[in-house]
Nanobody, 125 residues
Framework: VQIVESGGGLVQPGSSLRLSCVASGFRLDYYAIGWFRQAPGKEREGVSYIIISDGSTNYTDSVKGRFTTSRDNAKNTVYLQMNSLKPEDTAVYYC???????????????????WGQGTQVTVAS
């Protein structure tokens, strides 16, 4: 049972990246998946989440209009499409899984109990 993030890299400001979070050994259908990021010296921050059963999503204010979370049920995968990237988006990005599906809790890291290993995103010119 694991979840694995991929898709990070080094890009210039204004570029796009798509992160993937692939689950193996279990189905994502009954969970919520959160995307988080942690920059050096900063606390882990909730970026977005998706409730798999109904596809509802939410985003932290700093990424609204630029990032989009989606799911592919057939591939048991969640994506984070990141457009118009800024240097302040630089961080290690993690996906995480929780049974909890209360919207008011889903951008909080301590709501989640199963984490991937992270993928580095660096935005620099």
């Amino acid at each position: 049972v694991q979840i694995v993030e991929s898709g990070g890299g080094l890009v210039q400001p204004g570029s796009s990246l798509r992160l993937s979070c692939v689950a193996s050994g279990f189905r994502l259908d009954y969970y919520a998946i959160g995307w988080f990021r942690q920059a050096p010296g900063k606390e882990r921050e909730g970026v977005s989440y998706i409730i798999i059963s109904d596809g509802s999503t939410n985003y932290t204010d700093s990424v609204k209009g630029r990032f989009t979370t989606s799911r592919d049920n057939a591939k048991n995968t969640v994506y984070l499409q990141m457009n118009s990237l800024k240097p302040e988006d630089t961080a290690v990005y993690y996906c995480a899984v929780t049974f909890i599906r209360l919207h008011q809790l889903l951008l909080r890291p301590n709501t989640y109990n199963f984490w991937g290993q992270g993928t580095q995103v660096t935005v620099a010119s």
